[in-house]
Each structure stands twice: as structure tokens, then as C-alpha cells.
């Protein structure tokens, strides 16, 4: 069973003459447990579309499906909950919220469901991510790396089915960024997790199911990686 | 997009004022703000300032000094010196009230003198000519009414040598009339040769002829000096004086206009200024503060912009002249709006209180005050320049690099997480964002502190001043009429026919006996025993300060007192007046009696105790339209009694209590605004620096109702502190001020000031939520993408 289905995206941006084609009939679809890479140059329309899979931005036309569930068509406060249960956020700037610990930081879109955190998955979590030595560390008191593992962690407590990670290693060294997206995979595998990742960098993208090239708003599957 | 050729980088300011428009609104409605207060502020001082002079001219006349014992050369020679402008001879006659002189019945008082005098001099509207030959005379608006004579009229002055007959030329409302309504004569203005041949005839050739107009006259008449508006007036004095061997018992000086031409201080016309100047530095810190605030929040929001700028070449002092002309260019079209407004307002505050509230205001009529207009352009200017020197420099001192990355906007360094165990994660954040920024939240605090004390200071002030102005007083009469005698003397039915009047709201009689020997509480003394009647005890119960008002009902030993801070009697003391045993059932704060200590009780008691059964003391209040012949007709009924016409003075003290309550308000009114703009600022400044964390929240799933919540929360924490502090220190200060000046005097314990507590915290509240309207706005209209992409 597909838990992505993108079908005939279009996005423009601007009117008349001064309009842009980001997107061009962009259609795909990703079965569940799938590791996804995008790839394609700079201002292609790589993070216009995962952006419009996150339900981020709406497009002009076209539909996006998440589990079956037509994510434009619903109203903005389900959208935000749908988003906050079901689709998790890797930035390449980690976008951590600097006065939480990284124990809050992690568990922040559990807390804004007024939920209480599941305490032996948090645990599970922080061991697998290596941070619980650190887990009332600051932000400000890690390095990229660590940052982003948190970042993961917080993509990852809510169970989502789908993460979507926008070159979540452009800011870390490369040792980081294997570690990243090992961190990533493993996570996958392990909890049947759908990975849609932008990246710029070839090896990282050679690790990924499958890899998805956008080039002037129009998709290409370059299919399943031989690696 | 323009099509107008770009000079320079700074023809970059109005179009980015264009795109921005809306950003900038708010810093528009400071500087419209800034400037409408205080040229509204100054044009109304100098409305003021002209309608006192005119008052004071019309009251006081425009001469500078009157010289007497001078020949009528002497006179030619002063009137010819450079220095003087205008002078005119005058002689009084009769304005002692010596019997026997009369016009029908009324009683006369006789001026010769010269138009110049009427004219030129006092300044009194007039209407007719002035007496051109002996035979003729005018006279005052009363006469018009008490007489019933008309212009070309013949009437006769009856003087104990004989008639002398006039003709009516014309009419003018002199001070008499003015000033000294109870006054019951009339008065008569003719050539001085005309009063020469009166006084001949009667026999005071050259006595005294003075009175109130020239007390230093010793014989004839009295010379009114003007002198030009340009000369030191001190010196021309002394010049007269050493020039013409006057002494001063020669020259009564006029300290009004004096005191206008700068010759001594006048302290009310300062005032006005004083008063308008301390606004204005007020202003000018606050609105510095307000628009600093405003444009601060508008740099932050822009920092990428000022970046991009140094990136590409701007220098700092070019981007901090891009940051002042851009505020100044805001000026261009805020000041002349504020202007506007302030005339509007200006013109519509002279004619309601012309209008409605009358009085002194009606000297205070609108014009374009030029004063006004300089310093409300001043201020506009000043404050921009001052306000902007700040955010300018903050513009300069963004790094091109950390600007384009946008990491500017990173503020200090976090120490200590947020604590998210007892409130929702979306509070606790907010609570952290208001504590964390430990100056600002101590800024913020004090300031909502700052203007709840101020509040509950002013609402002391208030009680104050309502308690000062009888004419806040329930008890208050219009007209009072005294026993003849100061004893008990006045018919009691006269209450009755005086109430049925038309016109006549309440009439409301005393009796008094002043310093009975009395036994208080054992020790002797004495007291005045005062009665009051049923109307009177009705209107006593709002302001009894302890005891039980409705003992003292009917015949009985009860009593009450007025609170005197001398005497001190209390509720519970015994007074013994010969064999009758009173006790105090209560005392109040205000009420009809005596300055001593006074004792007051019901009228069948007081017939018991002393056989007296009628009054000294009737009082009258009167609706608003009564009409003038129910004075009239009171005056008849009363005899020989006193009638003391109090409706002026409740008039100007009632005018007096709304400036001050339009002072204070107005002043409570900024304060409260600048708190209001300052905490709106501040919350939009954190959401500024916090936008690229917002949308990065509401990627990972935090709803808009949430982050409205959250913002609401910092605002809360700041509103919260400050009232806390502001309680703390209003109700001190309240308390302080209502013991000293309200309770010592009036009587009375605090309590706490219920009403204007919920309603400086309402306005808080108000004001918190004006502070997250607009940031919510914000957010609402946020694109989630637009922050994520520049991450």
C-alpha cells in the first residue's frame, strides 16, 4: 500500500507575465517504509515540493494523500494536527527552540497535543540518538551534530509515518553526516517509517530505496539505487 | 513600481515607505499623536492665557496706574508724554452708597468721566453715545432692567440739594454689574462737569470722591494712566513720579496688567505655560520612547534589508542616514495631520466648554494659535530625530554577513530552560519569553506599575478636589439668605413660600446658636448647636463616617456632628447644654454649620432645648433654568433680610473642577496610552525576533491558537508583574494622600479604592489585549514556508 500519493502537482508562483512554473505536473507516490532521496539543483523546486508534501504550502493544483487522507482538503486546524501526528520535520538548520532542554525539545509536539510523552520510548529514543547524557543539555550547548539528532529525535517521538528532511546534513562534517542519516535509516527500518530527504550530496543520496531527481519543476525517477 | 529617476539611495526611502505603509502606520499614529497632544496642549494655554488677560482687562481695566492730587495741566502733560498711550480723568461719586442719592428707588452711584474711560480703558461693551453735554448720562445694563428706561429717555437723579434731570444716551455693562451682582443700585456715567455741578450742589466740592475705583483719591478727580505696550512700565512709573513730584500715595498701581506687561509676576497667566511646558517635555519623552519602540521593532523586522544594504556597499553612517531621513520622511505627512486634528479638536473643546459649561470659559474663545503650531512641529521633528538615533544606530551595527545568514536576530544567550511541568508547553514558553529578558520585563513591569499608581494617585486627587469645591456638595445652595440680625429671626414659613416658587428646586432652613456653654463629656466647653431639617438629614446620609444617622430623628437626645479636626468630638460623647443630656449618634464629613465645634440636631429637639422655633440661615437651590425673576422674587420676600446670589461663584468652581478633572483625565489618558503603545511594541518586537522559531514550531505542529496563546502569555506575565507592583504602590500612595488631605480634614478611614482598581485593571487587560491583536495577525498570515526556506 502506497502511504504517499502526489498526483498532478502544479505550483506558480507570481501572475500574468511574471509567473513561474516551480512545480510541473509533478505526480509519484511512495509505498510505506520507503527511503526516498530528492535531488536536483538549486531553485529546481525540491523544497517547493516537500514543502507541498508537508501541507506546508498549498499548491495551485493537483492532490497530495498521506495514508489515504487528502491533506488540502482539510481545514487548518486539522491539517496542523494531522501534521503534528503524522509527518515529522528534519531542517537543515535544525530549528531547535533554544530555551527547551533537548528532553523538551524532543518531546515538543507531544506537549503541544497535551499528551504525556511515552517515557520508555523517549528513553529508547535518546539512547538510540546518544544524547541522554545530555537530555537537559541547551541547544546552545551542543554541537551541529548533536543538534540534529535531536531534531531527529523530536521528528521521530510522535510515531509519524512520514518524515520529510531537507538536507538535514547541509550544515554538519561528513562523519556527522553519516552518523545522521544511519540515524535516519535505522529509524526507518525499525519503526516502518516513510523518509522523503533532499540532498545535494551523491553519496548520501546513493544510500537512499529510491531517488527522485526535480529538474525545472518536473520530476524524474531515476528509480531504486544499485547500492 | 516608480518611474521616477533614482538620484540617490536615499530616493529609496519614499518608495520603501509605499510597500511598507502599513508597518509604518503605527509609527504615524505616535508622531500624529505626539503632535496633536501638544499643539492642542499650547493652543488651548493661549487661549487661556488671552482669555484670562481679557477677563482681567474687562475686570480690572486696561490701565496701568491711577494718579490723584494732579491739576488738570498736569493731566495735558502726562497724556502728551511719549510713553503713554492712553489716560483718562474719572471722578466717583456715591460708590459708598450716601443716602438720599437715587434714580426712582434705586440707589445711585455717579461717575464723570470721559468715552476714553469707557471705551479705551475698562473696555466695556457699549452701546448708544456717550454723554456729550451736561444733560446727558449713561448707564449700566442693571438700570436698563431695574429702571425700564431706553436710550433717549429722560430720568431723574434725586440728591438731598435737589433733582437734576438727564437725558439716556446709550447703556454699557460695567464691573458693577459683572462682578457685584448683589450690589442693588445702579450706576450713572456722565461728563465730569455734569458730576461737578452734583457735588457742588451737595456740598463735597473737592472731598473725597473715591471708593473702590480710586482709594487713593484725595480730592477731585483721578487720572487712569495707559502706557505703551512697549515701554518698561517700572520705569516709566518712576519717571512720572520724579518728574512730577508724586509720592506713592499719589499712584495706585493696577497689579493685573502690571503683572501682564511683565512689571510684576502674574501667576495664573505663567502657570498656563508652565503647565503646557511640563506637557510638552512629558510628550516629548514619551513619544521619543513610543516612536524609538515603534521604529526599533520596524529595524528588526528589516534587518535583513540593512544587511543587504552594508553587503552591497552601504557605509554605517549611510545606512544611519537612510534609517533619520526615512523617519523624517513619516513627518511630512504625520504632522500636518496631527496639526489638523488638534485644530479640530481645539475648536471643539472652546465651544463645548463656551457651551455647556460657561463661566470663566467663556472668555476662552478658539483661535489659530501660532504657539501652538511651532511647538507642535518642534515636537514632531524632535522626536523623530531623537527617537531615530537609536534604531539607527542598531541598523548600522548589523553585520552584512549575520544579516544574510538572518541570524541576526538571535537575541542574548539562554542560560536556563523553560519549565514546562506546570503549565502547557505554549505558556510556559510565553511566561519564559517575558521572565527570561530580565530588563525588559523589569521596563515592562514598571511601566503598567508606573500607570496604576499614577491612576489610583489621580482618583485620590479627585476625591480632593470634590471635597474642596462646595459646589460638589449635595447640601449646596444657589442663594442663602441671612437673619438681618445673625439670630433667629426668619419667619419659618418663608421656607414654604420660597419652595413653591418656580425654579426652586429645595429650599432648606438652619437654626444656630453659636458658643453655648456646654458640659462635654464631663469637662466644660462650649459648642454650636445647629438644627437641620428633614431635607437636610436626607442629603446627610452620604456622608456620615461612623455612627448611626437614624437615631437622630424626631425629638430626641441623639445628635450629630461635623467633622472638625480641632474639635474631634466623636460618636458616643455626652454633651450637656443646661439640663438636656445629648449623645453623638454620628459624625459626618460635610455638612451646614459652623467652623467651631458644632453639634447638630433635628428642629423639634433644638425647639426643646432653647424655645427658638424660627431660622437663621435659609437656603435655596434652584433648577438649571430657573428663571431670574425667582431671585427677583426672593428678594422681595425676604425683607430686610440678607440675600448672598452664590451661582457665579458654583459656576467658576465648577468650571474649575472640570479643567481639573479635563487635566487629569487627559494626563491619565497618556499614560495610559503610552503604556498600551509600549507594551504593543515590545510584544511585536519579540514576535519579530521570533519569527523564523514561530514558523518553525507550526512546521512541527504547534497550531495558531497555540502561538496566539503563547504570546498572550508573555504579554499576561508582563501585565500581571505590573499590577502586582502597581497595587502595591497605588494603594500606598492612595492611602497616604487620602489620610493626609481627605481623611484629616474631611474625616473618615480608608478603604480600598474598589472602583478605580477594576478600572485601571480593566484598561490593563484592554491593553494586553490591543498588544496581541496585532501579532496575531501576523502570525495568522504567516506563511510557514516563507521562514522555513530561509532556515
Known amino acids: 500500500m502506497n502511504l504517499l500519493e502526489v498526483n498532478k502537482i502544479c505550483k506558480t508562483y507570481g501572475s500574468g507575465e511574471a509567473a513561474v512554473q516551480a512545480l510541473k505536473n509533478v505526480s509519484f507516490s511512495v509505498p510505506k517504509g520507503e527511503y526516498v532521496a530528492i535531488v536536483g539543483e538549486s531553485g529546481s523546486g525540491k523544497s517547493t515540493l516537500l514543502n507541498m508534501i508537508g501541507a506546508l504550502d498549498t499548491p495551485t493544483s493537483g492532490q497530495v494523500l498521506i495514508d489515504g487522507k487528502d491533506t488540502f482538503a482539510m481545514k487548518e486546524k486539522s491539517l496542523t494536527v494531522f501534521r503534528r501526528r503524522n509527518i515529522g520535520f528534519v531542517f537543515q538548520a535544525f530549528n531547535l527552540i533554544p530555551e527547551l532542554t533537548v528532553e523538551q525539545n524532543i518531546i515538543f509536539p507531544v506537549l503541544l497535543d497535551y499528551q504525556k510523552p511515552d517515557r520508555g520510548y523517549l528513553e529508547e529514543l535518546l539512547s538510540v540518538l546518544n544524547l541522554k547524557e545530555r537530555r537537559n543539555h541547551l541547544p546552545s550547548q551542543l554541537s551541529g551534530g548533536q543538534q540534529q539528532r535531536v531534531a531527529i529525535g523530536r521528528a521521530l517521538i510522535t510515531r509519524p509515518s512520514l518524515i520529510l528532511a531537507d538536507e538535514p546534513t547541509?550544515?554538519?562534517?561528513?562523519?556527522?553526516?553519516?552518523?545522521?542519516i544511519a540515524?535516519?535509516?535505522?529509524?526507518?527500518?525499525?519503526?516502518?517509517?516513510?523518509?522523503?530527504?533532499?540532498?545535494?550530496?551523491?553519496m548520501i543520496a546513493q544510500t537512499a530505496d529510491r531517488v527522485l531527481q526535480v529538474s525545472d519543476g518536473v520530476l524524474t525517477d531515476l528509480g531504486r539505487c544499485s547500492a | 513600481?516608480?518611474?521616477?529617476?533614482?538620484?540617490?539611495?536615499?530616493?529609496?526611502?519614499?518608495?520603501?515607505?509605499?510597500?511598507?505603509?502599513?508597518?509604518?502606520?503605527?509609527?504615524?499614529?505616535?508622531?500624529?499623536?505626539?503632535?496633536?497632544?501638544?499643539?492642542?496642549?499650547?493652543?488651548?494655554a493661549e487661549i487661556m492665557t488671552k482669555g484670562e488677560e481679557a477677563a482681567m482687562v474687562r475686570k480690572h481695566g486696561s490701565y496701568h496706574i491711577i494718579v490723584s492730587g494732579i491739576s488738570e495741566e498736569t493731566g495735558q502733560q502726562i497724556k502728551a508724554r511719549e510713553n503713554v498711550s492712553r489716560t483718562a480723568w474719572l471722578r466717583a461719586f456715591g460708590e459708598d452708597i450716601y443716602e438720599g442719592y437715587q434714580i426712582g428707588d434705586k440707589r445711585v452711584v455717579m461717575y464723570g468721566t470721559t468715552q476714553e474711560y469707557i471705551e479705551d480703558i475698562r473696555k466695556y461693551q457699549w452701546e448708544g453715545t456717550y454723554p456729550q453735554n451736561d444733560h446727558e448720562v449713561m448707564l449700566n445694563e442693571i438700570a436698563r432692567e431695574r429702571l425700564g428706561v431706553r436710550t433717549g429717555d429722560s430720568i431723574t437723579i434725586h440728591t438731598p440739594a435737589g433733582d437734576f434731570n438727564y437725558a439716556v444716551t446709550g447703556f454699557c455693562?460695567?464691573?458693577?454689574?459683572?462682578?457685584?451682582?448683589?450690589?442693588?443700585g445702579v450706576c450713572a456715567y456722565m461728563s465730569l462737569n455734569a458730576l461737578k455741578q452734583i457735588c457742588e450742589a451737595n456740598g463735597y466740592d473737592g472731598e473725597d470722591s473715591g471708593g473702590n475705583h480710586a482709594a487713593v483719591s484725595v480730592g477731585g478727580p483721578v487720572l487712569y494712566v495707559q502706557f505703551a505696550k512697549e515701554c518698561n512700565v517700572k520705569e516709566a512709573v518712576a519717571g512720572l513720579k520724579e518728574q512730577y513730584g508724586l509720592s506713592d500715595?499719589?499712584?495706585?498701581?493696577?497689579?493685573?496688567?502690571?503683572?501682564?506687561?511683565?512689571?510684576s509676576s502674574n501667576q495664573t497667566i505663567n502657570g498656563f505655560y508652565e503647565l503646557a511646558a511640563g506637557v510638552f517635555g512629558l510628550i516629548l519623552v514619551a513619544g521619543g520612547l513610543m516612536i524609538s519602540s515603534c521604529m526599533n521593532s520596524t529595524v528588526s523586522q528589516r534587518i535583513r534589508f540593512f544587511g543587504m544594504m552594508r553587503c552591497i556597499g552601504a557605509s554605517r553612517q549611510q545606512?544611519?542616514?537612510?534609517?533619520?531621513?526615512?523617519?523624517?520622511?513619516?513627518c511630512k505627512s504625520a504632522i500636518p495631520a496631527g496639526l489638523g486634528i488638534s485644530m479640530v479638536f481645539t475648536w471643539a473643546l472652546s465651544e463645548f466648554l463656551q457651551r455647556k459649561v460657561g463661566g470663566e470659559f467663556n472668555d476662552y474663545s478658539f483661535r489659530f494659535s501660532v504657539i501652538g503650531i511651532v511647538s507642535g512641529i518642534l515636537v514632531g521633528v524632535v522626536t523623530v530625530l531623537l527617537a531615530a538615533h537609536a534604531p539607527a544606530r542598531r541598523a548600522a551595527g548589523v553585520s552584512p554577513v549575520a544579516a544574510v545568514s538572518g541570524n541576526a536576530q538571535t537575541g542574548?544567550?539562554?542560560?536556563?530552560?523553560?519549565?514546562?511541568?506546570?503549565?502547557?508547553?505554549?505558556?510556559?514558553?510565553?511566561?519564559?519569553?517575558?521572565?527570561?529578558?530580565?530588563?525588559?520585563?523589569?521596563?515592562?513591569?514598571?511601566?503598567?506599575?508606573?500607570?496604576?499608581?499614577?491612576?489610583?494617585?489621580?482618583?485620590?486627587?479627585?476625591d480632593f478636589v470634590r471635597k474642596l469645591l462646595p459646589s460638589e456638595s449635595n447640601l449646596n445652595p444657589d442663594v442663602s439668605i441671612v437673619a438681618v440680625d445673625n439670630t433667629n429671626s426668619m419667619d419659618r414659613g418663608l421656607k414654604e413660600k420660597i419652595t413653591g416658587l418656580p425654579g426652586v428646586e429645595a429650599a432648606f432652613g438652619s437654626a444656630m446658636w453659636f458658643a453655648v456653654p456646654a458640659e462635654i463629656n464631663g469637662a466644660p466647653g462650649s459648642v454650636d448647636l445647629v438644627s437641620y431639617d428633614e431635607y437636610m438629614f436626607q442629603w446627610t446620609k452620604d456622608s456620615v463616617v461612623s455612627g448611626d444617622l437614624s437615631k437622630v430623628c424626631g425629638d430626641t437626645d441623639y445628635v450629630l456632628t461635623i467633622f472638625n479636626e480641632d474639635s474631634r468630638l466623636n460618636t458616643g460623647d455626652r454633651i450637656r447644654?443646661?439640663?438636656?443630656?445629648?449623645?453623638?449618634?454620628?459624625?459626618?464629613?460635610?455638612?451646614?454649620?459652623?467652623?467651631?465645634?458644632?453639634?447638630?440636631?433635628?428642629?423639634?429637639?433644638?425647639?426643646?432645648?432653647?424655645?427658638?422655633?424660627?431660622?437663621?440661615?435659609?437656603?435655596?437651590?434652584?433648577?438649571?433654568?430657573?428663571?431670574?425673576?425667582?431671585?427677583?422674587?426672593?428678594?422681595?420676600?425676604?425683607?430686610?433680610?440678607?440675600?448672598?446670589?452664590?451661582?457665579?461663584?458654583?459656576?467658576e468652581s465648577n468650571s474649575s473642577f472640570w479643567v481639573f478633572r479635563i487635566a487629569a483625565y487627559g494626563f491619565l489618558g497618556i499614560i495610559a496610552l503610552i503604556t498600551i503603545f509600549n507594551i504593543m511594541n515590545n510584544i511585536s518586537m519579540s514576535v519579530s525576533a521570533k519569527m523564523k522559531q514561530y514558523g518553525a514550531m507550526r512546521a512541527v505542529g504547534m497550531s495558531i491558537e497555540q502561538m496566539i496563546k503563547m504570546i498572550a502569555m508573555e504579554a499576561a506575565t508582563y501585565a500581571v508583574c505590573g499590577l502586582l507592583i502597581g497595587y502595591a504602590g497605588g494603594l500606598c500612595l492612595h492611602r497616604l494622600i487620602m489620610n493626609k488631605l481627605v481623611y484629616s480634614h474631611f474625616g473618615g478611614s480608608w478603604k480600598i479604592p474598589a472602583e478605580p482598581l477594576a478600572i485601571i485593571t480593566l484598561i490593563v487587560i484592554l491593553s494586553c489585549v490591543a498588544a496581541v491583536r496585532a501579532p496575531a495577525r501576523r502570525i495568522r498570515d504567516m506563511a510557514i514556508t516563507e521562514t522555513i526556506n530561509e532556515l
Open chain 2, 412 to 462: 542574548g544567550k539562554i542560560s536556563r530552560a523553560a519549565n514546562t511541568r506546570f503549565f502547557r508547553v505554549e505558556s510556559a514558553l510565553g511566561v519564559y519569553h517575558a521572565v527570561s529578558a530580565k530588563k525588559n520585563l523589569i521596563l515592562m513591569s514598571l511601566s503598567f506599575a508606573f500607570t496604576v499608581t499614577l491612576f489610583l494617585v489621580f482618583f485620590a486627587g479627585l
Open chain 2, 1 to 44: 513600481m516608480t518611474n521616477r529617476e533614482m538620484k540617490s539611495y536615499l530616493s529609496l526611502i519614499p518608495i520603501s515607505a509605499k510597500t511598507h505603509r502599513k508597518q509604518n502606520r503605527l509609527i504615524l499614529l505616535c508622531i500624529i499623536f505626539a503632535v496633536f497632544l501638544v499643539t492642542t496642549v499650547f493652543s488651548y
Open chain 1, 183 to 202: 540515524l535516519l535509516k535505522e529509524a526507518s527500518r525499525k519503526y516502518e517509517q516513510t523518509i522523503i530527504m533532499i540532498t545535494h550530496n551523491r
Open chain 2, 249 to 263: 500715595g499719589n499712584i495706585e498701581e493696577n497689579k493685573i496688567t502690571m503683572g501682564m506687561a511683565g512689571a
Open chain 2, 173 to 184: 455693562v460695567d464691573e458693577w454689574q459683572l462682578y457685584n451682582t448683589k450690589y442693588d
Open chain 1, 170 to 180: 547541509g550544515n554538519l562534517d561528513t562523519q556527522n553526516s553519516s552518523e545522521v
Open chain 2, 319 to 330: 545606512v544611519m542616514r537612510f534609517v533619520r531621513l526615512e523617519a523624517l520622511n513619516w
Open chain 2, 577 to 651: 447644654i443646661g439640663e438636656t443630656d445629648l449623645e453623638i449618634a454620628c459624625v459626618v464629613s460635610e455638612g451646614i454649620g459652623t467652623n467651631d465645634c458644632a453639634i447638630v440636631c433635628t428642629e423639634e429637639t433644638f425647639r426643646r432645648i432653647t424655645g427658638e422655633d424660627n431660622y437663621i440661615l435659609l437656603n435655596a437651590q434652584l433648577t438649571k433654568d430657573a428663571p431670574e425673576e425667582t431671585v427677583d422674587v426672593i428678594r422681595e420676600l425676604m425683607g430686610e433680610n440678607e440675600l448672598e446670589d452664590r451661582r457665579e461663584d458654583i459656576k
